[in-house]
Structures are given as structure tokens and as C-alpha cells.
């Protein structure tokens, strides 16, 4: 079975950093880009970031660029995002996705599936 | 950036069906992805290269896009259907979600 298990959420004040995981199984993870993901409560989804099969190529959403980085461990099967210089408008629940495309996204690629998501929650 | 415009609310009742668009600038040149999300659960993939379903999503769910509206219809409408629902797009190095729509099945 395809799972996707994040990890590493919690509550951390506005200035702080947080490093959250995705842990991956039951699929070869070497050949699939992924995504993270991002919902604040009650509103949409928000695209964060994005990383290749090689970690080539990598793309960051302009509201978290140059505070997150985005980062994979193929031999451990892990998905990873360093968030630094958290604000309060970064709280959302976060989620790891597959993204069926193994090089630069092109836009026929998807994501499926979707982990359960890890909240983060900054505040003071 | 580009934007995707979707209805904040559609109503359908049991066993009818319906429709919800998504708006974008010439939308029909482009890939369109759909996720349903129901209460305290991750997106769900339902419709990809607009009018695709993957397996084990019902035949009731379609899609299709074309000008600059893209569609997801849900025929023969459920209960268990009512859910949030997001139109995608890969645009200028960026993926594009659409605002979401709540589907409310009466």
C-alpha cells in the first residue's frame, strides 16, 4: 500500500524554525517527484514547495522562498522541509504528496496520493 | 500570478447532478487537476489531465475544460459526495490551486 506519514509538527513562535518529515512506503520513492502542500484552518490549499525524483529540480512557492528548503534522502525514503523564520501566517496543516511526474513538472503531472498532513502552529 | 476562480458553494440534490467550474485565463491549454477533500482528511485525487479518472473513483465523476472554464461534473449525485473540491494547475514555475467549492448534496 502507497503511504505517505509526515511528521515533525508542533507549536514554535514567529522567528522560529521547524523541520518537518514525510516518511514514504509501499512505492519506489527514487522515481517520484513530491510536493508539499499547506492549508491554514479553514481556507484552501496552498502549494509550498516541489522537489524531482534527483532533487534537480526544486521550486518554492513566492510566499515561503528563501525562508523554507525543500530536501529528499532517497536511501531513506524521506521527504523533508526546513522551515525557518516562521510567521503566524505559516500555521496550516502540511502535507507531503507524490507527484507522478519524476522530472520538471510540466503540468500533466498530479499528486496522489497525499499524506495525513502535520500541523504547524506559530505563535507566541 | 495566475488565478483559478471556483464557486464558494454548490448545492445538488440526491441523485442529480452537479457542476463545478473553474475559471482561469485560457484554462483550455492547460492540464487540469481535481482533489475532493471531505472534513479532517487529506485531498483526494478524483479527475487528472482534466476528464481522467484514476482507479476506484467513480464513472459518476467527470471532467472537462476547454476556453477558459474548466468543469467537474458529479452525476447521480451521493451523500457521500459532499466534500470540498479543488481545481489545479501547473502555471509560470508555480502549481495553482483554485479557491475550493463546497459541494452540499440536499
Known amino acids: 500500500e502507497v503511504q505517505l506519514v509526515e511528521s515533525g509538527g508542533g507549536l514554535v513562535k514567529p522567528g522560529g524554525s521547524l523541520r518537518l518529515s514525510c516518511a514514504a512506503s509501499?512505492?519506489?520513492?527514487?522515481?517520484?517527484?513530491m510536493d508539499w502542500v499547506r492549508q491554514a484552518p479553514g481556507k484552501g490549499l496552498e502549494w509550498v514547495s516541489f522537489?524531482?525524483?534527483?532533487?534537480?529540480?526544486?521550486y518554492y512557492a513566492d510566499s515561503v522562498k528563501g525562508r523554507f528548503s525543500i530536501s529528499r534522502d532517497n536511501a531513506k525514503n524521506s521527504l523533508y522541509l526546513q522551515m525557518n523564520s516562521l510567521r503566524a501566517e505559516d500555521t496550516a496543516v502540511y502535507y507531503c504528496?507524490?507527484?507522478?511526474?519524476?522530472?520538471?513538472?510540466?503540468?500533466?503531472?498530479?499528486?496522489?496520493?497525499w499524506g495525513q498532513g502535520t500541523l504547524v502552529t506559530v505563535s507566541s | 500570478s495566475y488565478e483559478l476562480t471556483q464557486p464558494l458553494s454548490v448545492s445538488v440534490a440526491l441523485g442529480q447532478t452537479a457542476s463545478i467550474t473553474c475559471g482561469g485565463n485560457?484554462?483550455?491549454?492547460?492540464?487540469v487537476h481535481w482533489y475532493q477533500q471531505k472534513p479532517g482528511q487529506a485531498p483526494v485525487l478524483v479527475i487528472y489531465r482534466d476528464s481522467n479518472r484514476p482507479s476506484g473513483i467513480p464513472e459518476r465523476f467527470s471532467g472537462s475544460n476547454s476556453g477558459n472554464t474548466a468543469t467537474l461534473t458529479i452525476s447521480r449525485a451521493q451523500a457521500g459526495d459532499e466534500a470540498d473540491y479543488y481545481c489545479q494547475v501547473w502555471d509560470s514555475s508555480s502549481w495553482v490551486f483554485g479557491g475550493g467549492t463546497k459541494l452540499t448534496v440536499l
Open positions: 522537489i524531482s525524483s534527483s532533487s534537480s529540480y526544486i
Open positions: 504528496a507524490r507527484d507522478i511526474s519524476p522530472g520538471a513538472p510540466r503540468g500533466d503531472n498530479w499528486f496522489d496520493p
Open positions: 509501499g512505492f519506489t520513492f527514487s522515481i517520484y517527484s
Open positions: 485560457n484554462i483550455g491549454s492547460k492540464n
